[in-house]
């Protein structure tokens, strides 16, 4: 079959950089002449991009992949791949579980994947292609046009140095590769010429970045892309609170593109937990740390991670996690029952917490960030906000949604002739998760 007829269907799962990912595959799909398709049953290919983070993200592909194996059976030019953080994990190992594939692809040869599936079509393959981890990965793929987006996701780094006791990312990602400085900046210029106006900056440990060549720290990519006019927004994500230092901090206060919203992921607030995590800081750094940037910011949204029921945890470690949450307000967090993650250093620990504690845990801090999120977002309710529009809301018509500066959806009534351009909503509900309102004339 011609390779360039073939209507690809691409299913994303886990985080953003993921998300980024499959955008970035599409467009080096599209610029080698491949179809890319929203209907999984018009698709001669389907690729899943695979999360491992947690059991449960790897058991939704892996059902998938067999749904999709099944419809191969029946259709033999059908062809199915593994791509992504799964694929990196595991590797050939996959075909144990799904002997039919056509592609397994880790994060790190994303760009390779047009090539891959050129050389299977054209030589009628009929095993399964395993690619190889390559020793550096291509950044220069992130350079590709995507199509126009007001709000831009931007990879800074790929991969992860750090040795957390309960996490796969550096299996599956591999050691923390930076990404260069010059390439970053030269995709944010471009992107503005499409309408961009908003970037968040994306890494494991973005906080961590660094071009060694080009002498260039976190603090400079910032004050760099401050200065790319068109970009009105900077956000980043996860960075991590060991990595912080007083010259971040200090961005929040002089970099006035950099929005007041910040996601830290801090996982416990036990002291014995976080060392057994290797996370390197304490209870009270992450305290310290957060009042530093309220005396900055004192309306900034901070969000977090957590993880419930690492083994050992006891009901005294968990208060001091519930004591964390007490005393910081989180306006959002995500609360996550530990997983162990086979090959990491805590999925060997015996002191296993039973998953109905692990559940119990859960709703404590759920119904506490319910009270603390209600309470923060009705802090905007009868004001102004200003909104970048970013799209049409999932339900209800002639809806709109967009974020504030403090990273609050909002939804509002509008026309879709409004996505991508800024408006000022004024704020008439507040609920747990979003603000509804109606646009400012
Ligand atoms: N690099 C980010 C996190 C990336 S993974 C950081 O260091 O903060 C995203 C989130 O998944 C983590 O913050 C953590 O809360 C959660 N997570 C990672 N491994 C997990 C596991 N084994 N079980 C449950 N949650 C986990
Ligand atoms: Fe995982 Fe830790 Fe790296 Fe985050 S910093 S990706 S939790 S190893
Ligand atoms: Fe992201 Fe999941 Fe991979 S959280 S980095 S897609 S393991």
């Known amino acids: 079959m011609a390779p360039f007829s073939q209507k690809i269907w691409i299913k994303t799962y886990g985080c953003q950089m993921n998300s980024r990912d499959s955008d ?6 599209i610029q080698a002449r491949y179809l890319i398709v929203e209907n999984e049953k018009e698709a001669n290919i389907a690729l899943l991009n695979t999360c491992s983070v ?27 791949g593994i791509l992504g953080c799964m694929a990196g994990r595991r590797g050939a190992e996959l075909l144990k579980v799904l002997p039919n594939l056509d592609w397994i692809v880790p994060p790190q040869a994303l760009s390779r994947v047009p090539s891959l599936i050129y050389e299977t079509l054209t030589q009628n393959k009929q095993t399964a292609t395993v690619a190889d981890v390559p020793q550096a990965f291509d950044f ?3 350079e590709q046009k995507l199509s126009p987006k007001p709000v831009l996701f931007v990879p800074v780094q790929q991969g992860c140095g750090m040795n957390c006791s309960y996490c796969i990312v550096p299996k599956t990602r591999g050691h923390q590769q930076n990404r260069p400085f010059a390439s970053i900046v030269a995709e944010i210029r471009q992107a503005t010429q499409q309408g961009t106006c908003e970037v968040i900056l994306l890494g494991q440990i973005v906080n961590a970045y660094i071009d060694k060549d080009a002498k260039k720290n976190f603090v400079d990519l910032l004050e760099a892309v401050q200065e790319i006019d068109g970009i009105e927004r900077i956000r980043f994500m996860s960075p991590h609170p060991s990595f912080f230092n007083d010259a971040l901090v200090a961005c929040f206060e002089h970099l006035h593109k950099l929005c007041p919203a910040l996601h830290l992921p801090i ?17 009270e750094s992450v305290l310290k740390l957060i009042k530093a940037l309220r ?3 004192p309306k900034i949204s901070i969000s977090t991670d957590l993880i419930v029921g690492y083994p050992s945890e006891t009901e005294e470690d968990f208060e001091q996690t519930v004591s964390l949450f007490e005393e910081i307000g989180f306006d959002m967090a995500y609360i996550f029952k530990y997983s162990p993650r086979p090959t990491t250093e805590a999925a060997s620990a015996e002191e296993i917490i039973p998953e109905a504690v692990k559940e119990e845990r859960n709703q404590r801090l759920l119904s506490l960030l319910n009270a603390s999120s ?4 009705e802090t905007f309710v009868g004001t102004k906000q200003e909104v970048l529009i970013e799209g049409l809301a999932p339900h209800g018509e002639n809806k709109l949604f967009g974020r504030n500066r403090y990273n609050k959806k909002v939804i509002f009534n509008g026309s879709s002739a409004l996505i991508g351009s800024f408006k000022e909503v004024f704020i008439e509900k507040a609920t747990s998760s979003a603000l509804e309102g109606r646009l400012v004339d």
Do not use: W
């Open 267 to 283: 996982q416990s607030g036990s002291n014995r937990i976080l060392k057994l995590m290797r996370r390197g800081y304490t209870h």
């Open 140 to 142: 220069t793929c992130y």
């Open 295 to 297: 005396a900055v910011e």
């Open 24 to 29: 970035t595959l599409k467009a080096l799909l």
């Open 54 to 80: 947690r059991d449960l993200a790897e058991l939704k592909a892996l059902g998938k992949a067999g749904r999709l194996l099944k419809r191969k059976g029946k259709e033999p030019n059908f062809r199915v």
């Open 374 to 377: 209600i309470a923060y977002n």
